[in-house]
């Protein structure tokens, strides 16, 4: 069982940064694919960012250039870094974890955090 905790949202202009953590319960976290989502309003939930257990990494094309995935195996944490934020990228942003070297969809996922909350004004 591992448990995810993100932290790191809030509210910010556009043009602005925000870094998102997200901290990984048990011992096994760097076999795990970790991956960011996001739903905004009205949409389906969406990979924004994913950091396969290999190394690869993978940026959706609305992040690609501004948001950065990184993860901190001796800490057990995932971040997201996200910079030039648009109104556009205001949505619920979860972590999750996968047992997959390589996990692309959603249901490949199978531990999620609880989420956290990024607005983006204009």
């Known amino acids: 069982q591992v448990q995810l905790v993100e932290s790191g949202g809030g509210s910010v202009q556009a043009g602005g940064s925000l870094r998102l953590s997200c901290v990984a319960s048990g011992r096994t976290f760097s076999s795990y694919t970790m991956g960011w989502f996001r739903q905004a309003p009205g949409k389906e939930r969406e990979s924004a960012a994913i950091?396969?257990?290999?190394?690869?990494?993978y940026y959706a094309d609305s992040v690609k250039g501004r948001f950065t995935i990184s993860r901190d195996n001796a800490k057990n944490t995932v971040y997201l870094q996200m910079n030039s934020l648009k109104p556009e990228d205001t949505a619920v942003y979860y972590c999750a974890a996968s047992t997959r070297a390589i996990a692309i969809r959603i249901n490949d996922y199978r531990y999620w955090g609880q989420g956290t909350q990024v607005t983006v004004s204009s």
């Open positions: 950091f396969w257990s290999g190394g690869t990494r």
